[in-house]
Structures are given as structure tokens and as C-alpha cells.
């Protein structure tokens, strides 16, 4: 059983126009949730996060969007950018001290000059 | 060297050897992660250490040993695996209380 989805494999955008990916979870036990960015032959990194008592966090272009009530997170990236084409991978994460996360299985985005 | 290292980079095994992939973070964090990332599949939580202490593995089959000696190396341990192991192995640490984990290059694994 998937706890993490990602519906999307792959998402196609025009450079300066809204990126908007999206992440659905089943675990209500995910007290944290982590957006990542893989980039072809490097391990995956951070980008934003959210804890489960916020329904919006915002850093420069990225602004995560959560919806406990429908299970549902976003990340919005705006103005997107040619060099924001990677495999973005959204986490869940629960567990305290050291943190399970649990991983959908990406969406790429391809941002088009 | 900074951030999460993993060498070697690319393996190429046989059924019957024996291998090691190792892990290095310099980052002073207290927990390391091993994950296995398989083609189409999300990235699959394999063992947990927090202060050297194995605290999570994943039910893993024991061809795979972990091995961490120190808050800083993590080691995987290799014996007669599988071609369905072929995979991307990625290794990530975290502070202990942190929520963020950074992440390795992976080292890209071949079984034949």
C-alpha cells in the first residue's frame, strides 16, 4: 500500500509560468512532510518543508500548500525556471527523533525556455 | 569533502562476490539512513542508525548487513546477491532531532 502518491510522473511548463506539483498521503500518523529535488546521477536534496499544523509555507519561488482535511500537499513554483527541470519527490515523515520518511515515487518536471 | 559522500559511485557485482558500499557525512549529524531506489518505485527505507545504533531495518533481507561504526561512516554489506538488487543505494543523515535528511549520490549497483 502506497502512503505516499504521486499521480503525475511527469509535468511539462513554460519558463516564467507556475509550476504545480502535487502529493496525496493515506498515513494520518505524517506529522511532517518534506518536498525533494533529484537531479540525474545526484542523491536527492532538500528543498521545503511543512510541518502538519501549517497549511502554507513559503521560501523565495516555493511555497508548499497542505490540506490535512483532504490528505493533499502541493508545491507551487513560480516564476519557474529552466534549471528547476528535475524529478521532484514529495515525503512524508513520522517517527520523532529519527524520522521515517516514506517517498512518492516522483513527478519530472520539465520547465521549456 | 562536505555533505553526504558515498563511494564507489557505480558497481558492478556478480552473484557470488562479496562487496562493501560505504558513507561518509561531515555534517555532524547523529543519524544515517540507508534507502534503495528501484526503477519506478519510490525510494524504500532499508535500515536506520541513530549514535551507532541500529534502530529500523526494514525488513531487509540479510544478504544485506549494515554496519556503522561511528556517528559519521555507514557501511553496506554485500554477499551473493540478486540481479532484482540492482538498484540506486542512497544514504542520507540527519540531525537526531532534525527533520530534514540530506542525501548521498547514490552509488548505482548491477547484479549480473
Known amino acids: 500500500d502506497q502512503q505516499v502518491k504521486q499521480n503525475s510522473p511527469s509535468l511539462s511548463v513554460q519558463e516564467g509560468r507556475i509550476s504545480i506539483l502535487n502529493c496525496d498521503y493515506t498515513?494520518?500518523?505524517?506529522?511532517?512532510f518534506l518536498w525533494y529535488k533529484k537531479y540525474p546521477a545526484e542523491g536527492p536534496t532538500f528543498l521545503i518543508s511543512?510541518?502538519?499544523?501549517?497549511d502554507k509555507n513559503e521560501d523565495g519561488r516555493f511555497t508548499v500548500f497542505l490540506n490535512k482535511s483532504a490528505k493533499h500537499l502541493s508545491l507551487h513554483i513560480v516564476p519557474s525556471q529552466p534549471g528547476d527541470s528535475a524529478v521532484y519527490f514529495c515525503?512524508?515523515?513520522?517517527?520523532?527523533?529519527?524520522?521515517?520518511?516514506?517517498f512518492g515515487t516522483g513527478t519530472l518536471l520539465a520547465v521549456q525556455p | 569533502e562536505t555533505g553526504v559522500t558515498q563511494t564507489p559511485r557505480h558497481l558492478v557485482m556478480g552473484m557470488t562476490n562479496k562487496k562493501s558500499l560505504k558513507c561518509e557525512q561531515h555534517?555532524?549529524?547523529?543519524?544515517m539512513y540507508w534507502y534503495k531506489q528501484s526503477a519506478k518505485k519510490p525510494l524504500e527505507l532499508m535500515f536506520v542508525?541513530?549514535?551507532?545504533?541500529?534502530?529500523e531495518n526494514n525488513s531487509v533481507p540479510s544478504r544485506f548487513s549494515p554496519e556503522c561504526p561511528n556517528s559519521s561512516h555507514l557501511f553496506l554489506h554485500l554477499h551473493t546477491l540478486q540481479p532484482e538488487d540492482s538498484a540506486l543505494y542512497l544514504c542520507?543523515?540527519?540531525?537526531?532531532?532534525?527533520?530534514?535528511?540530506?542525501f548521498g549520490p547514490g552509488t548505482r549497483l548491477t547484479v549480473t
Open positions: 542520507a543523515s540527519s540531525l537526531r532531532a532534525g527533520r530534514e535528511q540530506y
Open positions: 498515513n494520518s500518523m505524517f506529522d511532517y
Open positions: 511543512i510541518s502538519s499544523i501549517k
Open positions: 515525503a512524508g515523515a513520522y517517527g520523532g527523533a529519527t524520522n521515517k520518511l516514506i
Open positions: 555534517l555532524g549529524h547523529n543519524a
Open positions: 542508525y541513530n549514535f551507532k545504533e541500529q534502530t
